[in-house]
């Protein structure tokens, strides 16, 4: 049974930084491309970054472009999203997902599993 368990939202004022983690468990963690995903209320969820299985190469939404950060520990089995310079509008659910073959990291439907998010809410 595959799981992954998003850790490290909360509540967090504008300009400051949160690192998101999220554990994988139940599948082969080093051969997924590993997304980042956001949802904010009353929008559809959103690309955020992602990264393939050998950690090179990652991609990055326009709108977090130099402020945001994947990264991967493959012998955790574990992605990280490191936020920092964080906005009002990047208050939104975060979800991480895995996806087995890579071809369209940055959408959603490419994505084989998804966990079940954790919020990230940062003040004015």
């Known amino acids: 049974q595959v799981q992954l368990v998003e850790s490290g939202g909360g509540l967090v004022q504008a300009g400051g930084s949160l690192r998101l983690s999220c554990a994988a468990s139940g599948l082969t963690f080093s051969r997924y491309t590993m997304g980042w995903f956001r949802q904010a209320p009353g929008k559809e969820r959103e690309f955020v970054a992602a990264?393939?299985?050998?950690?090179?190469?990652?991609y990055y939404a326009d709108s977090v472009k130099g402020r945001f950060t994947i990264f991967r520990d493959n012998a955790k089995s574990t992605v990280y999203l490191q936020m920092n310079s964080l906005k009002p509008e990047d208050t939104a659910v975060y979800y991480c997902a895995a996806d087995q073959l890579g071809t369209r990291p940055s959408v959603s439907w490419s994505y084989d599993y998804w966990g079940q998010g954790t919020q990230v809410t940062v003040s004015p």
């Open positions: 990264i393939t299985w050998s950690g090179g190469s990652p």
